[in-house]
């Protein structure tokens, strides 16, 4: 068996691929909890190996029925093992995220527009804007999309423009802006795609995710591709959860490991983090 690689976007690619190719059983004895499964005996004894080792190695724990579980999110679905020693595991459960499970910015998107839509925060959105020439070429992930600010203040955006963001309610209002605009409900952490020109996320949403995955950039973002991303001031609580009265969970600027080389500018409560990736690794 190769070596494990250490990255968890490796585990990620890499059970997208294997369990799209692998053949799932709908689980008729428990309708009351509709999931699939997949069988070891269906497997190449090795490759199974592998698949569950990842899940529980970069997987999160949640609790169900009283009792603790592994699970690893890839795309639409999260897979999950019942626990017992690898070589005795014999099958592998999946079932679909429920992208209707509330979000926390499902509660206020409808007003989140009009909290910034004073003369100070188009001013900010201006400034922004006239920085960002150059840094949405080609094929573009816009993390964290909202309700599609980047598409506002960037022409260049709109080209080859692929959003995505965890809020079905935000993306909603972004596709009655942006009918035509591609997008995806989809927390970063769980998100594979590659083959990027520019990634962007503004006004702090690259906070919401896991400091782990920042370097996740690598794998997405072509020789030559450029970053554009705006980290929390530290100690900066944003905004947008005084208005709404909510504590959102979001992780501290100093808990991510920047990329080397990265230009940082700083921005009112914000720090900018550009630059270009060469054919080296970002980080060093």
Not at 141 to 162: N, V
Not at 225 to 246: D, I, N, R
Not at 247 to 260: E, G
């Amino acid at each position: 068996m190769e070596n494990f690689c250490t990255d968890n976007y490796y585990a990620l690619q890499w059970l997208d691929k294997a369990f799209s190719s692998a053949s799932w059983v709908f689980a008729k004895t428990m309708p009351e909890n509709p999931h699939e499964y997949t069988l070891r005996k269906d497997w190449d004894s090795e490759y199974f190996d592998k698949a569950v080792t990842l899940i529980r190695r970069f997987g999160y724990k949640t609790k169900f029925k009283g009792r603790y579980y592994t699970q690893f999110n890839v795309a639409d679905h999260f897979y999950w093992t019942m626990g017992a020693p690898i070589e005795k595991t014999i099958l592998i459960n999946r079932a679909f995220i429920d992208k209707d499970a509330p979000h926390p910015y499902d509660d206020f998107a409808d007003k989140y527009d009009s909290w910034f839509s004073s003369d100070k925060s188009k001013a900010e959105d201006s400034a922004l804007g006239a920085m960002l020439p150059g840094y949405c070429h080609g094929a573009t992930l816009d993390i964290g999309c909202g309700t599609g600010l980047l598409l506002s203040l960037s022409y260049e955006a709109h080209d080859c423009y692929f959003g995505i963001d965890p809020s079905k309610g935000m993306l909603s209002i972004l596709k009655t802006q942006y009918p035509s605009a591609v997008v995806l409900q989809s927390r970063y952490e769980d998100f594979a795609g590659v083959g990027f020109d520019s990634i962007v996320s503004l006004y702090g949403s690259i906070n919401y995710t896991a400091p782990e995955c920042l370097r996740r950039l690598d794998h997405q973002l072509n020789p030559g591709g450029s970053y554009f991303l705006m980290f929390l001031a530290e100690s900066y609580s944003p905004v947008t959860h005084q208005l709404s009265g909510k504590n959102i969970p979001c992780h501290q600027t100093s808990a991510y490991s920047l990329p080397a080389g990265a230009e940082l500018i700083p921005f009112g409560n914000y720090i900018i983090a550009k630059g270009v990736k060469d054919a080296c690794s970002l980080w060093e």
